[in-house]
């Protein structure tokens, strides 16, 4: 069988700090099946440069867009891969065989979504520690009741089965593509790898809550209202009994 062909996209915009190691991780995986495709949103800096000079990149556009999530439905218009990785400026695939990685754990499978583990890192590109939320060992679409426990660099889907990004939302529009994407999934194989190194810059409060709140309606909008308050308030009483006894200790 023909070996797996991926469409990697990567989004910038005024990303000339964080771009390079990403282009660079990308093009010195050691395996090649790929195609590079990045997405700018008409940078002011030196970013569509960067871009343009690099040996790594299959093809690029730089136009205004509106916002990320219609940025990254340019990218899924213009994929030809048989899977899709989005991977954003700053973050990098794990190690130089990831992709062999990825390859070598489904085998002659061709399952519908591929998923992993996440390592944070700092702008050093020291490792913080592996993201808070782990991966389920098994991953289905009631999974994301628990919050986003795939991260969604992570979460590799077949080209065809994938939807575009709900605009709609601003923050959150990942996480409820991740929830359709597997609603529509037969088949969901844990490599149970490291695959990405995340970077850790942290986010406004104003956009966290922001974020917060539409990841609260997408859990609505799935899982119902009542499950998910019930939910909401055992999260709120496990996080103050836990704070209750750092502060006994």
Request: hydrophobic letters at 35%; proline letters at 2%.
């Amino acid at each position: 069988m023909e070996k797996p062909f991926f469409t990697i996209v990567t989004i910038t915009y005024n990303a000339e700090k964080t771009v390079g190691i990403t282009l660079e991780s990308v093009g010195n995986q050691s395996y090649k099946n790929y195609e590079y495709i990045a997405i700018d949103g008409a940078s002011k800096d030196r970013t569509t440069q960067i871009l343009k000079s690099s040996p790594y990149l299959t093809k690029y556009i730089s136009e205004p867009d509106n916002g990320l999530y219609d940025a990254m439905n340019k990218g899924l218009k213009l994929a030809t891969g048989e899977y899709i990785i989005f991977l954003n400026a700053g973050d990098a695939l794990h190690s130089k065989d990831t992709l062999e990685k990825i390859v070598d754990s489904i085998g002659e499978n061709r399952p519908d979504i591929i998923y992993g583990e996440t390592a944070l890192v700092d702008t050093d590109r020291n490792f913080i520690g592996m993201r808070r939320l782990h991966a389920p060992d098994k991953l289905t679409w009631k999974s994301f009741r628990m919050g986003m426990l795939v991260c969604h660099q992570a979460f590799i889907v077949r080209r065809e089965l994938a939807p575009e990004y709900d605009t709609q939302y601003r923050f959150s529009a990942d996480y409820d593509w991740c929830i359709r994407c597997m609603k529509k999934s037969s088949q969901i194989h844990n490599t149970h790898h490291t695959l990405i190194d995340y970077l850790n810059e942290g986010i406004t409060t104003q956009n966290h809550k922001a974020s917060l709140k539409e990841r609260y309606d997408i859990m609505v909008r799935y899982y119902g209202r009542i499950s998910v308050t019930l939910l909401h308030l055992w999260f709120a009483v496990r996080y103050y009994m836990s704070k209750w006894v750092r502060n006994q200790a």
